[in-house]
Nanobody
C-alpha cells in the first residue's frame, strides 16, 4: 500500500505565508512527478504546481511568483511554500504523486486526503 499524508494547512491572513508538506510512504520503488492541486468550494480541482524527480517545475499562472514547490527525494516528500496569500487561494489542497510500488510494479497516480487552507481578508 502507498499513502500520501499532507500537513501544514490552516488559517492565515491575506499577505501571510504557509508551508505545506506531503510525505509518501509504503511499498515504494520510485516516484516520478509530484504535485499540488487545489479545489475551492463549487469549483473544479485545479493544478497548482508540479515538480519532476530532477527538479523541473511547473506552476499555474495564478500562483507564479508567490508559490514555490520543492521536494526531498530521499524523504519522498514534496513541499509547497505559499507566500503573499490571497483570499482566492482558499481551498482544499491535495498532494498528488506518480508512484511505482511493489503492488503491480507499474506507475500510477496517488492522492492525499487534502488539507484546508483558508486565507482571511
Amino acid at each position: 500500500q502507498v499513502q500520501l499524508v499532507e500537513s501544514g494547512g490552516g488559517l492565515v491572513q491575506a499577505g501571510g505565508s504557509l508551508r505545506l508538506s506531503c510525505a509518501a510512504s509504503g511499498n515504494i520503488i520510485s516516484i516520478n512527478v509530484m504535485g499540488w492541486y487545489r479545489q475551492a468550494p463549487g469549483k473544479q480541482r485545479e493544478l497548482v504546481a508540479t515538480i519532476t524527480t530532477g527538479g523541473s517545475t511547473n506552476y499555474a499562472d495564478s500562483v507564479k511568483g508567490r508559490f514555490t514547490i520543492s521536494r526531498d527525494n530521499a524523504k519522498n516528500t514534496v513541499y509547497l511554500q505559499m507566500n503573499s496569500l490571497k483570499s482566492e487561494d482558499t481551498a482544499v489542497y491535495y498532494c498528488n504523486a506518480d508512484i511505482r510500488s511493489t503492488f503491480g510494479g507499474y506507475y500510477r497516480y496517488y492522492w492525499g486526503q487534502g488539507t484546508q487552507v483558508t486565507v482571511s481578508s
